[in-house]
C-alpha cells in the first residue's frame, strides 16, 4: 500500500517531474568549453609547428646562400651550421610532441566524460585522459616489442627496445615521414592537376565574347521564377521542396559569381588571371622536369646516390648552379609543391569530408585536420630530395663536414 501511495504521488496528474537546474546545466556547458577551447590551443600550436617544419627547408637555403655573399661580415656570425641544426633538431622534437602526445590527449580530452563513480568535471576528464594515453602507449609499446622478437630476436635488438630518446622517438618520427611520403606521392599529383581548377575557382575568369549584363538578367528572373514556384508550392505537390530549395541556392550561388565578375576591374579580368595561370604552367613544367632528371641521374649515375654527411657544409657552396637566383626558384617550387600537395589531400575522395567549413566544423575534424597537414609537412623535405635539392650538411666549420661522426643510434646528423 506505501508502495501504491507512492506511485500515485509520483505520476499523478498534478505531479511534475524533477527537472535538472539552471546551474547544472550552465556548469556542463563552461565545462564544455573550456575543454574545447584547450583543444583548439593545442591544435593551433600543432598547426604553427607544421608551418616551421615547411619553413625551416627555405630558411636554410636562404641561410646558405647569404653567408655565401657575405662570409666575413661581422653581423650574421650567428648565423651557423650549429644554429639550423638546432633548430632542426627543435623541429623534430616538437613535432614528435604535438603528434604523440599533444594530438592524441586534445582528441581523448574531447572524448572524455570522466570515470564512473568520480566527481564529474575538468580534473575527472584530465585524469581520463592520461590514463588512456597510458594504456595507448603501452599497447604500442607492447606491439613493438612483440614485432621485434618476431623478426630480429638478438641482444642488440632488445638492448635498444629500452634505448627510447636516441633510438625510437627518430626512428618513429622517420616512419611517420615515410608515411608522409607515400601521402605525399598520392596527393602531389592531384593537386597539381587541381591547382588550375582551384585558381580558376578563386580568380575572375577574362569575358571574353560574353555579355555579364544579359546573363545576370537571365539569372535574376530565374530566381524569382524559383521563389514564386516555392511560395506557392505545398508538400502534396510533385516537386519536391528540399529540390527546389537546393536549386534556388545553387542560383544564388551563380548569380554572386556572375555579379563578382562583372564587378572586377579590368586589370584584374585580363592581365591576372592569365599571369596566375601562366606562372603555374611554368612551375609545374619545372617541377616535373626536375623531377625526371632526379629520376634519370638516379637510374645511369651512381655518384648521384645519397654518400652519408658527404656535401659541402653551409656557407660552403651553394645548391644550385644558378646561385641565388636558382636557390629563390627552389624555394618558389618547394612552396608549390606543399600547397600542391594540400589541395590534392582534400581532392581525394577518401579526405574530402576533412575539409574545413566556416562555422561547421566540428572540433575532432580540427584535430584531424592538423595532423594531416603535420605528417605532410614532415615529408617535405624527403620530397624536396626528389626534387633534385643537394644534401646540406648543417656543420660549424668546413672541417666538421669531413670529421662527421655517427650518433649513439648509427644515423649520420645531415640534412
Same mark, same amino acid.
Given at each position: 500500500?506505501?508502495?501504491?501511495?507512492?506511485?500515485?504521488?509520483?505520476?499523478?496528474?498534478?505531479?511534475?517531474?524533477?527537472?535538472?537546474?539552471?546551474?547544472?546545466?550552465?556548469?556542463?556547458?563552461?565545462?564544455?568549453?573550456?575543454?574545447?577551447? &584547450?583543444?583548439?590551443?593545442?591544435?593551433?600550436?600543432?598547426?604553427?609547428?607544421?608551418?616551421?617544419? @615547411?619553413?625551416?627547408?627555405?630558411?636554410? &637555403?636562404?641561410?646558405?646562400?647569404?653567408?655565401?655573399?657575405?662570409?666575413?661580415?661581422?653581423?650574421?656570425?650567428?648565423?651557423?651550421?650549429?644554429?639550423?641544426?638546432?633548430?632542426?633538431?627543435?623541429?623534430?622534437?616538437?613535432?614528435?610532441?604535438?603528434?604523440?602526445?599533444?594530438?592524441?590527449?586534445?582528441?581523448?580530452?574531447?572524448?572524455?566524460?570522466?570515470?564512473?563513480?568520480?566527481?564529474?568535471?575538468?580534473?575527472?576528464?584530465?585524469?581520463?585522459?592520461? @590514463?588512456?594515453? &597510458?594504456?595507448?602507449?603501452?599497447?604500442?609499446?607492447?606491439?613493438?616489442?612483440?614485432?621485434?622478437?618476431?623478426?630480429?630476436?638478438?641482444?642488440?635488438?632488445?638492448?635498444?627496445?629500452?634505448?627510447?630518446?636516441?633510438?625510437?622517438?627518430?626512428?618513429?618520427?622517420?616512419?611517420?615521414?615515410?608515411?608522409?611520403?607515400?601521402?605525399?606521392?598520392?596527393?602531389?599529383?592531384?593537386?597539381?592537376? !587541381?591547382?588550375?581548377?582551384?585558381?580558376?575557382?578563386?580568380?575572375?575568369?577574362?569575358?571574353?565574347?560574353?555579355?555579364?549584363?544579359?546573363?545576370?538578367?537571365?539569372?535574376?528572373?530565374?530566381?524569382?521564377?524559383?521563389? !514564386?514556384?516555392?511560395?506557392?508550392?505545398?508538400?502534396? @505537390?510533385?516537386?519536391?521542396?528540399?529540390?527546389?530549395?537546393?536549386?534556388?541556392?545553387?542560383?544564388?550561388?551563380?548569380?554572386?559569381?556572375?555579379?563578382?565578375?562583372?564587378?572586377?576591374?579590368?586589370?584584374?579580368?585580363?592581365?591576372?588571371?592569365?599571369?596566375?595561370?601562366?606562372?603555374?604552367?611554368?612551375?609545374?613544367? &619545372?617541377?616535373?622536369?626536375?623531377?625526371?632528371?632526379?629520376?634519370?641521374?638516379?637510374?645511369?649515375?651512381?655518384?648521384?646516390?645519397?654518400?652519408?654527411?658527404?656535401?659541402?657544409?653551409?656557407?660552403?657552396?651553394?645548391?644550385?648552379?644558378?646561385?641565388?637566383?636558382?636557390?629563390?626558384?627552389?624555394?618558389?617550387?618547394?612552396?608549390?609543391?606543399?600547397?600542391?600537395?594540400?589541395?590534392?589531400?582534400?581532392?581525394?575522395?577518401?579526405?574530402?569530408?576533412?575539409?574545413?567549413?566556416?562555422?561547421?566544423?566540428?572540433? %575532432?575534424?580540427?584535430?584531424?585536420?592538423?595532423?594531416?597537414?603535420? @605528417?605532410?609537412?614532415?615529408?617535405?623535405?624527403?620530397?624536396? !630530395? %626528389?626534387?633534385?635539392?643537394?644534401?646540406?650538411?648543417?656543420?660549424?666549420?668546413?672541417?666538421?663536414?669531413?670529421?662527421?661522426?655517427?650518433?649513439?643510434?648509427?644515423?649520420?646528423?645531415?640534412?
Amino acid at each position: 500500500m506505501k508502495e501504491d501511495g507512492r506511485a500515485g504521488r509520483g505520476v499523478g496528474a498534478g505531479a511534475a517531474l524533477p527537472q535538472p537546474s539552471a546551474g547544472v546545466h550552465d556548469e556542463q556547458e563552461d565545462e564544455d568549453a573550456i575543454v574545447n577551447r &584547450i583543444s583548439l590551443f593545442l591544435s593551433t600550436f600543432t598547426l604553427a609547428v607544421s608551418a616551421g617544419a @615547411v619553413l625551416l627547408l627555405p630558411f636554410s &637555403i636562404i641561410s646558405n646562400e647569404i653567408l655565401l655573399a657575405f662570409p666575413q661580415n661581422y653581423y650574421i656570425q650567428w648565423l651557423n651550421g650549429s644554429l639550423i641544426h638546432g633548430l632542426w633538431n627543435l623541429a623534430s622534437l616538437f613535432s614528435n610532441l604535438c603528434l604523440f602526445v599533444l594530438m592524441p590527449f586534445a582528441f581523448f580530452f574531447l572524448e572524455s566524460e570522466g570515470f564512473a563513480g568520480l566527481k564529474k568535471g575538468i580534473r575527472a576528464r584530465i585524469l581520463e585522459t592520461l @590514463v588512456m594515453l &597510458i594504456l595507448l602507449a603501452l599497447l604500442i609499446l607492447g606491439m613493438v616489442w612483440v614485432a621485434s622478437a618476431l623478426v630480429d630476436n638478438d641482444a642488440a635488438s632488445m638492448e635498444s627496445l629500452y634505448d627510447l630518446w636516441e633510438f625510437y622517438l627518430p626512428y618513429l618520427y622517420s616512419c611517420i615521414s615515410l608515411m608522409g611520403c607515400l601521402l605525399l606521392l598520392l596527393c602531389t599529383p592531384v593537386g597539381l592537376s !587541381r591547382m588550375f581548377t582551384v585558381m580558376g575557382q578563386l580568380l575572375v575568369k577574362p569575358a571574353i565574347l560574353e555579355d555579364l549584363d544579359e546573363q545576370i538578367y537571365m539569372i535574376t528572373l530565374e530566381e524569382e521564377a524559383l521563389q !514564386r514556384r516555392l511560395n506557392g508550392l505545398s508538400s502534396s @505537390v510533385e516537386y519536391n521542396m528540399m529540390e527546389l530549395e537546393q536549386e534556388l541556392e545553387n542560383v544564388k550561388t551563380l548569380k554572386t559569381k556572375l555579379e563578382r565578375r562583372k564587378k572586377a576591374s579590368a586589370w584584374e579580368r585580363n592581365l591576372v588571371y592569365p599571369a596566375v595561370m601562366v606562372l603555374l604552367l611554368i612551375e609545374t613544367s &619545372i617541377s616535373v622536369l626536375l623531377v625526371a632528371c632526379n629520376i634519370l641521374c638516379l637510374l645511369v649515375d651512381e655518384t648521384a646516390m645519397p654518400k652519408g654527411t658527404r656535401g659541402p657544409g653551409i656557407g660552403n657552396a651553394s645548391l644550385s648552379a644558378f646561385g641565388f637566383v636558382g636557390a629563390a626558384l627552389e624555394i618558389i617550387l618547394i612552396f608549390y609543391l606543399m600547397v600542391s600537395s594540400v589541395v590534392g589531400f582534400y581532392s581525394l575522395r577518401c579526405f574530402g569530408n576533412f575539409i574545413p567549413k566556416k562555422d561547421d566544423t566540428t572540433m %575532432t575534424k580540427i584535430i584531424g585536420n592538423c595532423v594531416s597537414i603535420l @605528417v605532410l609537412s614532415s615529408a617535405l623535405p624527403v620530397m624536396s !630530395r %626528389t626534387l633534385g635539392l643537394h644534401k646540406l650538411h648543417l656543420s660549424n666549420t668546413p672541417r666538421d663536414s669531413e670529421t662527421a661522426k655517427p650518433s649513439a643510434n648509427g644515423h649520420q646528423k645531415a640534412l
